[in-house]
């Protein structure tokens, strides 16, 4: 079975979560959505950390800690300026709608 | 012939220059000879044998060679001079007489390659060598009877003269390929191997041909079909009369005195092939005669009287004089037949002087008549024009020989008395027959020009000095030469042969001679006699028929159309000729035009083909092909939309086919 572990049904989980996380991303049309998509990729992917820090050799030390919030930093700063392309995209194109973001076809 | 190239190139105002570079290359060569021929006179009266000759190589086949080279014998030496001189006195003629043509330069130019050529005939050792120069005294010969090419008469009768005498040539030419199949050598003279010495001759002697002809007579007598032809013999004469459209300069140099001598030059060069066979006695005159020889005196002797025949009907000026020189070649030929070289030679020297002097004479003549040469509208040109007319009366008694003081006299009388020595009377009589007529016709048509009144349209005048001093210098020459060749001092014969020659009244006293010498001056007086009686001082009108034809209208009809040779000739070979040309052509524009159509044809199918094939398969496989890039083209823009989400979405199923293919490989 493949929830033979807890660390197998968090790194389900996490899996889960990271393919909701992509669907979303490749599929809405509003980009605020595929923002909150890539977000929910980068948890996924910090759960993953997580678990793997919980179950892992060295539970004890602050290794997977730290880098998960470094991530949720990044992630943070990252989130800030996908918002600022967006709001620029709506100035100009006066729509959020990613299928009409099309001026680069070649 | 330097002289001809040079004047080829100048342009046609340059008169006087082509005039003086023809009458200097003349007057050069005409010093050069003489000085040859004092060289072999001085070898001749110290009893050498005088024969020099430089010979060379000119192109080497395998084992055999074709030689060229150059004599310098007695025969050469007095040909070369007789030509020079008289073509000397010819050139200085024509600077008068040509006067008013526009032409002038080209007609030096002419002349001046026909000198060299003829010169060139004369002087040869080779066979080749002469044969190439015969060949080209043809040509000029064609270029001057056809001088005036616009004339249509013209251009046919130089065409008639080259085509005819060609027909000779071919025959030459079998002679020539024969004698050096059989004897290895082109060479006349070549230090004892050349074809005329004892060497070779004697082999040519022992085989034997068809109709029992030894091969040295069959090849004298292929020769001779060349001679016949130049020399306008019998069959092959028809060309001279008409080659009078001709200017009258060119009649007297070449249908006088030199191409028509050149045929009677080579028989007498190639004589001991001819009469190889004969015992020589030791005075060089031959005793008995080759079949070869035979023919050559028959067929000499048939045209002496045929010719003489026709001329008794003429009305031309030139024709007549046409005529007798057809005439008198036959008298050559039939010496050189009986006599031997020197015989023959002695009259063609003499014929030369007093025929080139008449010719001129009458183109004195027709120039002072403004161009008329109709005898019946002249007459009475002995007061107007008195030096032409001394002059021609004794061209005119010279031809007819007569007795005594003129050079024709001993020449003819050399052949007749050869003739009567020989074994054949039949020779002898129509050789006298034709003194006869000779004379007869000469008288004719002084008494038709000179005597009488004069009928033509506008006055004669007496023509310029340049004209009339050659005719003097000729006169007198026509006298003097008769000198050389009287049996009291033989010196002629004696020169050609080598021999010593005394000068002794004894000779006078041969037997039979004086008989003879009496008979030919009566036939001669009788010739003069009855034409004079007949044609006298009566001048009759243009239009009235002659004295002759009212008394025999066929047999003056007949004459007056030249015994219908040529019409002869039209009939058969011509005919013939014609016929065999149509058919060519017909082949010619069917079959192989046909042929060539039918690939033409054939070629344009293929090049349809190559159409077709370019445009729909080659040019429409190209396009289609380009149209499936452009399309496929098309098709891969699409990918490039411009989309981000579509950009990852690839990528995405990219990167799971990857991360699949890697666990796949990793557990395999």
Request: some cysteine.
């Amino acid at each position: 079975m493949i929830i033979a572990s807890p660390l197998a049904a968090y790194l389900l989980v996490a899996a889960l979560l990271f393919a909701i996380g992509l669907a979303g991303a490749l599929t809405r049309r509003n980009a605020i959505l595929v923002l909150i998509g890539i977000e929910l990729m980068l948890n996924a992917a910090n759960l993953n950390f997580i678990a793997f820090w919980r179950y892992g050799p060295h539970p004890e030390a602050l290794t997977g800690m730290m880098f998960a919030i470094f991530s949720i930093a990044v992630a943070a700063a990252e989130a800030a300026v996908g918002l600022g392309l967006v709001i620029q995209i709506y100035r100009h194109a006066r729509t959020t709608d990613l299928d009409q973001m099309n001026r680069m076809k070649g | 012939m330097v002289a001809a190239g040079v004047i080829a190139l100048l342009k046609q105002p340059k008169r006087a220059a082509a005039a003086a570079l023809s009458i200097g290359s003349l007057g050069v060569s005409l010093l050069i000879s003489l000085i040859a021929f004092g060289h072999v006179l001085a070898g001749w009266a110290n009893s050498l044998a005088v024969r020099e000759t430089v010979n060379f190589t000119w192109i080497q086949f395998g084992s055999s060679t074709a030689d060229l080279g150059w004599v310098l014998d007695p025969l050469s030496a007095v040909m070369i001079v007789m030509v020079c001189f008289v073509g000397l006195l010819i050139f200085i003629y024509s600077t008068g007489y040509m006067a008013h043509d526009e032409n002038f330069t080209r007609f030096f130019c002419f002349l001046s390659l026909f000198a060299g050529a003829m010169l060139g005939v004369v002087i040869a050792n080779s066979l080749l060598l002469l044969f190439m120069c015969w060949e080209l005294v043809g040509l000029t010969s064609y270029l001057l009877i056809g001088f005036w090419y616009q004339k249509p008469s013209a251009a046919a009768a130089a065409k008639k003269a080259f085509l005819t005498t060609r027909v000779g040539d071919i025959f030459f030419f079998l002679g020539i390929v024969w004698l050096f199949a059989q004897t290895g050598t082109l060479l006349f003279y070549n230090h004892g191997f050349g074809s005329m010495e004892g060497f070779a001759l004697a082999g040519l002697l022992t085989q034997h041909t068809n109709f029992g002809l030894t091969v040295a007579g069959a090849i004298g007598l292929l020769i001779f079909a060349g001679a016949a032809g130049k020399s306008g013999q019998l069959p092959l004469h028809v060309w001279l009369p008409d080659a009078m459209e001709g200017p009258t300069p060119v009649s007297a140099l070449i249908h006088a005195a030199t191409m028509v001598a050149a045929g009677v030059y080579l028989i007498a060069r190639v004589y001991p092939l001819m009469s190889a066979g004969i015992p020589l006695i030791h005075t060089g005159e031959v005793t008995g005669t080759t079949a070869a020889l035979t023919v050559v005196t028959w067929v000499g002797a048939a045209t002496a009287v045929f010719a003489a025949l026709i001329a008794v009907a003429q009305n031309d000026i030139k024709r007549i004089l046409a005529y007798s020189t057809v005439s008198q070649l036959g008298y050559m030929m039939a010496g050189l037949g009986l006599g031997g070289v020197a015989v023959g030679m002695f009259h063609l020297i003499t014929h030369a002087f007093f025929k080139a002097l008449l010719f001129l004479g009458a183109g004195s003549v027709i120039h002072g008549c403004h161009e008329e040469q109709d005898i019946r509208h002249m007459g009475g040109l002995k007061a107007d024009m008195p030096l032409t007319f001394a002059t021609y009366a004794i061209g005119m008694l010279a031809l007819s020989g007569f007795p005594l003081f003129f050079s024709g006299f001993w020449s003819k009388d050399g052949i007749l008395e050869a003739a009567h020595s020989g074994a054949i009377q039949g020779p002898y009589y129509l050789l006298v027959f034709g003194a006869l007529l000779t004379a007869f016709y000469m008288t004719r048509q002084v008494s038709y020009v000179f005597f009488g009144y004069w009928r033509g349209h506008h006055t004669a005048h007496e023509s310029p000095r340049v004209m009339t001093v050659p005719l003097a210098i000729l006169a007198f020459f026509a006298i003097a030469l008769g000198v050389i060749g009287t049996p009291a001092w033989p010196w002629f014969r004696a020169f050609l042969n080598g021999r010593s020659a005394p000068f002794s009244l004894h000779g006078f006293a041969e037997p039979g001679l004086a008989l003879l010498m009496i008979t030919s001056s009566c036939v001669v007086l009788l010739g003069i006699g009855l034409g004079w009686w007949l044609y006298g001082n009566k001048s009759p009108k243009a239009e009235d028929p002659d004295v002759l034809e009212k008394a025999a209208p066929w047999l003056w009809a007949g004459l007056r159309d030249r015994l219908y040779v040529d019409e002869f000739y039209g009939v058969t070979f011509i005919a013939f000729y014609a016929w065999w040309a149509r058919v060519a052509d017909w082949f010619d524009r069917r079959v192989w035009g046909g042929i060539v159509a039918l690939v033409t044809w054939l070629f344009g199918l293929w090049a349809q083909l190559n159409r077709l094939i370019d445009t729909y398969w080659v040019n429409g496989g190209f396009d289609k092909a380009c149209e499936e890039i452009s399309s496929s083209g098309g098709l891969l823009a699409r990918v490039q939309n411009g989309r981000v989400q579509f950009y990852l979405r690839i990528l995405a199923v990219a990167m799971i086919a990857l991360a699949a293919i890697l666990i796949w490989s990793s557990r395999a």
